[in-house]
């Protein structure tokens, strides 16, 4: 097949990561007789420093003309100071709502051999395999937002449709798995909750009577999370609960640098990251874990280009290599033997390049 995918690098790690999980891309357009045509864009603080806007109305439409969007991390301490009236991670916000990219789905299932790289007990982590279906382009990231000298309001608003839409996709993946859905709010506090917990109701009530439903509130969703994680199947929630939540999740898989995620909407291109961010701290090192770019480029193969083989290709790679003990430093942890971004990146290409479609 032909596909055009736009690559958005952005900031600090976002390119060394991308840059592997577009090799791990090449070597499958070469093994399968595909043709992938890569696309650079700006985004984000490298958008700013270029042309002043964090996403050029160019990169968007470069977005909207492919098949997918392949996304690095954006920000960074150069473009943080708080009073800033243009920031990176607008960049990123515009491009999620440019796409419709309404449905964030993130997955987490730790894999075995790094049990001991969290922090929890290791029977805590056996049979974990969830999938975090979070809100991506509504709520309090997108209400109106007001700055006094001494006043700031920033307002929380979901609308039947948003809702209505974001849990259909959960309640679809959930009647995939076991049928189990939790959907978590703070209907004890909020209005949009109360919104949030009755359509989600009537909708699975109305529409999928195959899927168990259960509420359950945020902040007891958050030590549940850590306390029981096997009991979660799939969970879907609103746009900052659901980011809290899957940066806390990151934990059980073992690092930030492993959860990959997919934000799809009802047509147009699907958007790919890593949910992990720019990393300050490690970027320009080289170190960085490329796998959750890799594990995005994977769900980019089976949403956007329903190549199914191909993307459990790419997976059981990463699966693979983290078998054999191909750790960068954030898994491996410090003073142990570990590989740079580049070597787990290689790795990840040699069982790809060794794997052989089936006929
Ligand atoms: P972060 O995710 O960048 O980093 C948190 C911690 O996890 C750091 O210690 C970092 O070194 C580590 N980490 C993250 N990804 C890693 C990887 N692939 N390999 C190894 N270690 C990894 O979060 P932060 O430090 O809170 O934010 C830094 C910047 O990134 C901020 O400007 C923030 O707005 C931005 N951010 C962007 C995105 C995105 O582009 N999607 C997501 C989150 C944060
Ligand atoms: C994420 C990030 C973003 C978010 C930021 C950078 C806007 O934390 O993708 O999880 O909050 O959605
Ligand atoms: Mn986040």
Redesign the pocket.
């Known amino acids: 097949m032909k596909a055009k995918i736009a690559v958005l690098a952005g900031d600090g790690i976002g390119p060394e990561v991308t840059t592997q999980a577009q090799r791990v891309l090449q070597v499958i357009a070469d093994n399968w007789d595909h043709t992938f045509e890569f696309e650079d864009a700006l985004v984000g603080g490298a958008a700013i420093d270029a042309v002043g806007d964090p996403l050029p109305d160019s990169t968007l439409k470069t977005c909207r003309e492919s098949d997918a969007v392949l996304f690095g991390a954006?920000?960074g301490p150069k473009w943080d100071d708080p009073n800033a009236k243009i920031r990176p991670?607008q960049g990123?916000?515009r491009l999620r709502r440019g796409l419709d990219a309404f449905a964030n789905i993130r997955p987490v299932k730790p894999h075995p051999d790094l049990l001991e790289a969290a922090p929890l007990k290791a029977d805590r982590l056996e049979n974990v395999d969830l999938v975090v279906v979070r809100e991506l382009t509504g709520g309090i990231y997108f209400g109106k937002k007001t700055r006094d000298a001494d006043r700031a309001t920033d307002e929380c608003a979901y609308s039947v449709p948003e809702i209505e839409r974001i849990v259909r996709v959960a309640a679809r993946i959930a009647a995939d798995r076991s049928g189990q859905l939790t959907s978590v709010d703070k209907a004890n506090v909020l209005e949009t909750s109360r919104l949030w917990r009755a359509t989600t109701e009537r909708v699975i009530r109305d529409e999928f009577p195959q899927v168990r439903l259960e509420h359950v509130l945020v902040d007891a969703a958050a030590m549940h999370l850590l306390q029981k994680p096997a009991a979660f199947d799939v969970i879907v929630t609103e746009n900052m609960f659901g980011?809290i939540l899957t940066d806390e999740a990151s934990v059980l898989a073992g690092s930030m640098g492993l959860l990959p995620s997919a934000s799809l909407s009802d047509d147009g291109p699907g958007l790919y990251e890593p949910?992990h961010?720019s990393a300050p701290d490690i970027a320009g090192l080289g170190i960085a874990n490329p796998y959750a770019a890799i594990l995005s480029a994977s769900m980019l193969l089976r949403h956007s280009l329903k190549l199914e083989e191909e993307a459990d290709v790419v997976e059981r790679a990463v699966w693979r290599v983290i078998h054999e003990g191909v750790l960068t430093t954030d898994l491996a942890g410090e003073g142990k033997r570990s590989v740079n971004t580049q070597a787990a990146g290689d790795a990840v290409c040699e069982i790809v390049a060794t794997s052989t479609p089936c006929m």
């Open positions: 954006i920000g991670e990123l916000l980011d949910i961010g």
